[in-house]
């Protein structure tokens, strides 16, 4: 029984890094079309952008080193989702551009990718429970 109370402190800060991943991502995509939209600041907005991309690099590597085996499974399987739903998505586009379609800008498909991750993480930690 003592072992219960470090997995509840682990299974806190692990869910807090994965908090601050998103908060990161979010940040940095912020950045990209307030830069986009105010000119002005297109340097600084870019620099934040870039730090706030580097930052959830660095919790999601904090995230995924936490994990334990069951844990590192369900990341496979929404890691594999993520792919494949990408991959299928980007298949579509190019499809579709060859009867006049515009494509997706290129921030477009790492943003589905980590909407595809979290969506995958989701379905498969409801299954693993």
Not at 19 to 40: E, M, T
Request: glycine share 6%; charged share 10%.
């Amino acid at each position: 029984m003592p072992q219960q109370p470090f997995r509840v402190e682990l299974g806190d800060r692990r869910r807090s890094t994965l908090q601050y991943f998103y908060i990161g991502v979010a940040s940095s995509a912020l950045a990209v079309v307030l830069a986009q939209k105010l000119p002005s600041f297109h340097s600084p907005l870019l620099a934040a952008a870039i730090l706030g991309a580097g930052l959830a690099i660095l919790f999601l590597v904090s995230y995924l080193r936490s994990n334990d085996e069951r844990e590192q499974q369900i990341n496979y399987r929404a890691l594999t989702f993520a792919f494949t739903g990408t991959l299928v998505f980007s298949a579509l586009v190019g499809f579709l551009q060859v009867f006049g379609f515009h494509s997706v800008p290129w921030l477009g498909i790492p943003a589905l990718m980590i909407c595809l991750w979290s969506l995958g993480l989701i379905l498969y930690s409801w299954r693993y429970r």
